[in-house]
């Protein structure tokens, strides 16, 4: 069974910086993509960011793109989100998901069958 584990929750202040980690567990992950979403109060759950573990090809949705950077360490299964020069419109639990699923749309959350428990993200002004 895959496990998800995040951490790195955090309040800041806008301009901030925070770093997010998640550690998987329970699979051989080499060929997976690793994704972070996230879901702020009363939105739908969003595409963030997302990263190849075998290519290393990285994808970001349009407004984190120069201030989030996706990061990922094989040998100890573990994916990073380095979050700079954060804004309030930030704030939102993230959640970090996996999928052994090839060419697929990173930014669908349908292409993922495995989820972490989520971790909140507060940016204040």
């Known amino acids: 069974q895959v496990q998800l584990v995040e951490s790195g929750a955090g309040l800041v202040q806008a301009g901030g910086s925070l770093r997010l980690s998640c550690a998987a567990s329970g699979r051989t992950f080499g060929r997976y993509t690793m994704g972070w979403f996230r879901q702020a109060p009363g939105k739908v759950r969003e595409f963030v960011a997302a990263?190849?573990?075998?290519?290393?090809?990285?994808y970001y949705r349009d407004s984190v793109k120069g201030r989030f950077t996706v990061s990922r360490d094989n040998a100890k299964l573990t994916v990073y989100l380095q979050m700079n020069s954060l804004k309030p419109e930030d704030t939102a639990v993230y959640y970090c998901?996996?999928?052994?699923?090839?060419?697929?749309?990173?930014?669908?959350?349908?292409?993922?069958?495995?989820w972490g428990q989520g971790t909140q993200v507060t940016v204040s002004s």
């Open positions: 998901a996996a999928t052994p699923k090839a060419n697929i749309k990173p930014y669908l959350r349908d292409e993922y069958n495995y």
């Open positions: 990263i190849n573990l075998s290519s290393g090809d990285t």
